[in-house]
């Protein structure tokens, strides 16, 4: 039983080793990896296009020119735009006189005055711009900046000027002083408050004017149901002129005093009255005066008639004795002012 069983055991390992030597050759064997087959990509078809037949760019037919005519243009067509301009020049009289541009050359201008048919040349730094309408204004806001012409222009403060600028809007219409005053009118009536107007400017400047044309238009649109308001205040002015008038280098009847004048509006909107508040006078030219200055007309105007008795009580003199530094009497009497 035990030879058997270690034969068998013998056997069992031959049998073994077989199977071994089998499984060491299996793994002997190279596995070579497979190979991948590509698919095959099919192409789309390709349609087949039929060439397009070349087109020749169109010629462009040469657009036929207007005839020609061997006319010259006109000279006045020909001179350049400064040509008749109207212009500002400096007057030895006058200070600045308008004129017309008749011809320019390197030296300066020729022209011809408005108010002549002379001629007259001026270099170019004494010729000044203008417009063709000699009123100069102009808005900067609510803020009306106007220059004195030194002329009379028909119908500038016309009662026909008046109703053209009644309810109108700054801008509507040209520059005037009318315009401002309508505004101020037309603010008291929608704000239900006070509305000022000032009036500024160096002498001769045209304050005076300016304040009686304000004075107007408002007299003239509601103001003729509470009678001659406007003739009443203008009325004052001699009076207060006379005290606050004086002669200076630029102006022999130069303003230097300051006035607040009010006008009074009913419920309605009429002018009801009016009067003067403020007088604000210049008081150091009654003790000294520049050289070619005045004092204040009343001054000349109170002694000018006096008698010899009454310069002796009051210890006054003739108008030439209060400034030495003047040599003659003629520049003291200054015609309608004494």
């Known amino acids: 039983m035990l030879r058997t069983l270690d034969k068998r055991q013998k056997g069992g390992g031959a049998s073994s080793t077989i199977e071994a030597a089998q499984v060491k050759a299996k793994s002997q064997v190279e596995v070579k990896p497979v190979e991948k087959v590509q698919p095959i990509r099919k192409e789309p078809p390709v349609e087949k296009v039929a060439p397009v037949p070349r087109q020749e760019p169109q010629r462009q037919v040469p657009r036929q020119q207007p005839a020609t005519s061997?006319?010259?243009?006109?000279?006045?067509?020909?001179?350049?735009p400064d040509y008749g301009r109207i212009v500002w020049i400096t007057d030895p009289v006058?200070?600045?006189?308008?004129?017309?541009?008749?011809?320019?050359?390197?030296?300066?201008?020729?022209?011809?005055?408005?108010?002549?048919?002379?001629?007259?040349?001026?270099?170019?730094?004494?010729?000044?711009?203008?417009?063709?309408?000699?009123?100069?204004?102009?808005?900067?806001?609510?803020?009306?900046?106007?220059?004195?012409?030194?002329?009379?222009?028909?119908?500038?403060?016309?009662?026909?000027?008046?109703?053209?600028?009644?309810?109108?809007?700054?801008?509507?219409?040209?520059?005037?002083?009318?315009?401002?005053?309508?505004?101020?009118?037309?603010?008291?009536?929608?704000?239900?408050?006070?509305?000022s107007i000032i009036v500024s400017g160096?002498?001769?400047?045209?304050?005076?004017?300016?304040?009686?044309?304000?004075?107007?238009?408002?007299?003239?649109?509601?103001?003729?149901?509470?009678?001659?308001?406007?003739?009443?205040?203008?009325?004052?002015?001699?009076?207060?002129?006379?005290?606050?008038?004086?002669?200076?280098?630029?102006?022999?009847?130069?303003?230097?005093?300051?006035?607040?004048?009010?006008?009074h509006f009913a419920n309605n909107g009429t002018v009801s009255g009016g009067f003067v508040s403020h007088y604000l006078l210049e008081t150091s030219r009654i003790c000294r005066q520049s050289s070619g200055e005045r004092n204040y007309h009343i001054f000349y105007q109170l002694i000018a008639g006096s008698s010899p008795e009454l310069f002796k009580y009051l210890s006054l003199g003739q108008p030439h004795c209060f400034n030495r530094k003047l040599s003659t009497e003629k520049v003291f009497r200054i015609k309608n002012y004494i």
């Open 70 to 80: 061997n006319k010259r243009a006109p000279i006045e067509d020909q001179l350049p």
């Open 202 to 263: 160096e002498s001769g400047a045209g304050k005076t004017e300016s304040q009686k044309a304000v004075l107007r238009y408002l007299c003239e649109n509601w103001g003729a149901e509470a009678g001659p308001i406007q003739q009443r205040l203008l009325e004052t002015n001699p009076i207060l002129e006379a005290f606050g008038n004086a002669k200076t280098l630029r102006n022999n009847n130069s303003s230097r005093f300051g006035k607040f004048v009010q006008i």
């Open 94 to 195: 006058d200070g600045f006189s308008a004129a017309r541009i008749i011809d320019i050359s390197k030296s300066g201008f020729t022209l011809t005055p408005l108010d002549t048919e002379d001629t007259v040349a001026r270099r170019y730094e004494e010729v000044f711009s203008s417009e063709d309408d000699p009123r100069k204004s102009s808005y900067v806001a609510n803020i009306l900046i106007s220059i004195n012409p030194y002329q009379t222009i028909d119908g500038f403060y016309s009662t026909s000027k008046i109703k053209e600028y009644r309810g109108k809007s700054l801008g509507q219409k040209e520059p005037h002083i009318y315009a401002i005053a309508d505004k101020s009118y037309r603010e008291m009536k929608r704000n239900r408050k006070s509305q």
